[in-house]
């Protein structure tokens, strides 16, 4: 068998009477969960997808009994082996893991970072957690992205916390610094899927998954705004994505960021932090879920990383600088002497 034909899966199924009358890649998606219904609706597209062996359009709704064919393309497979990847644990027990990510760890094995990653090192940890799938890694964080995620030990934890992710029962609250001023909370409902021409990159795309992300200030500067940041969804970078489509981004995002804009009147320290972060200044501070065995409820939360609390210290800095000063009582004085009347009543 050639390398080619290795990499395409024949996966065949029957259209039943719970899915009949529904659009092509929304029975796709439910008959085949392993693919995102993104990738399902491309391999429609380019004729990998026959309905009785007819090739249909996404749209095409389908009828009971009918047989579909799925021509699916299996992506390359890494090789994880166990290494000694330094882990932050802050609770441990016979069937969950809790991490504090750092920044630059790669959460699993792929074509551009085959080894160094997360998975890696939860192998070395607890060789067992081979059995699981993706060593029992359960949500992900981007690579740069900091901060707290939790880790199956057991077969029934794993089950149990991939059921609580999709019923939303996980609460993953973040730390975003934006660009911009945000003056009131808000809620971003759009849907994400991959970028029409760029396939490395998400987008905002009616053809992608229901995406609901909520943002609160907790503290204005003078041209950036930290929020805390609650998902109801996990799409791939759904906060980093959702936040630039308000424009909005997160600061440092080298992929929806934009260009560095430096806040007019920053010192030199405030400069070179800026320039020298180099990632998204975004945190997952906060983890509440209930044990996947016992039921108990257990919450996490993980500090502020040093590079970013370093980097809202020279903003908060920078703002207390630039703030109005308050007018010395004895300019008030001055004004009555000169025969000014001075109103202190609110409007």
């Not at 109005?324 to 001075?342: N, Q």
Request: hydrophobic share 40%; net charge negative; charged share 30%.
């Amino acid at each position: 068998m050639s390398d080619e034909q290795a990499e395409e899966r024949l996966l065949s199924a029957e259209i039943d009477a719970a899915l009949a009358g529904r659009r092509l890649d929304q029975a796709l998606a439910a008959l085949f969960p392993d693919y995102s219904r993104s990738r399902l609706q491309v391999w429609i597209r380019e004729g990998r997808v026959t309905v009785d062996g007819k090739v249909r359009a996404q749209r095409h709704k389908v009828s009971e009994g009918e047989q579909l064919v799925l021509r699916a393309v299996e992506e390359a497979q890494v090789e994880c082996v166990p290494q000694p990847v330094p882990l932050r644990i802050l609770f441990e027990d016979e069937h969950l893991l809790v991490i504090d990510k750092p920044a630059g760890l790669v959460v699993h094995p792929a074509a551009g970072n085959p080894d160094g990653t997360l998975q890696n090192g939860l192998l070395y940890h607890d060789p067992s957690l081979a059995r699981l799938p993706r060593a029992g890694i359960v949500h992900r964080l981007d690579k740069d992205t900091t901060g707290l995620m939790v880790v199956a030990r057991s077969e029934p934890a794993y089950q149990r916390l991939v059921a609580a992710l999709a019923r939303r029962e996980i609460h993953r609250e973040y730390r975003a610094l934006v660009v911009g001023r945000l003056r009131a909370p808000g809620t971003v409902d759009q849907p994400i899927g991959r970028h029409p021409t760029v396939r490395t990159r998400m987008a905002v795309n009616p053809l992608g998954k229901p995406a609901v992300t909520h943002y609160e200030p907790l503290e204005a500067f003078r041209e950036h705004t930290l929020l805390r940041v609650r998902l109801e969804t996990g799409r791939t970078h759904q906060i980093r994505v959702h936040m630039a489509y308000i424009r909005h981004p997160v600061f440092g995002d080298p992929v929806y960021g934009g260009r560095l804009q430096l806040p007019s009147g920053a010192d030199e320290e405030l400069k070179a932090l800026m320039r020298s972060f180099g990632r998204q200044a975004l945190h997952a501070r906060r983890l509440i879920l209930r044990h996947p065995v016992d039921e108990r409820e257990l919450r996490f939360e993980a500090p502020i990383p040093q590079d970013m609390g370093e980097l809202l210290e020279a903003l908060r800095r920078h703002r207390e600088a630039h703030e109005t000063p308050d007018l010395d009582p004895a300019f008030y004085t001055a004004l009555g002497e000169a025969g000014w009347e001075i109103d202190d009543d609110e409007d």
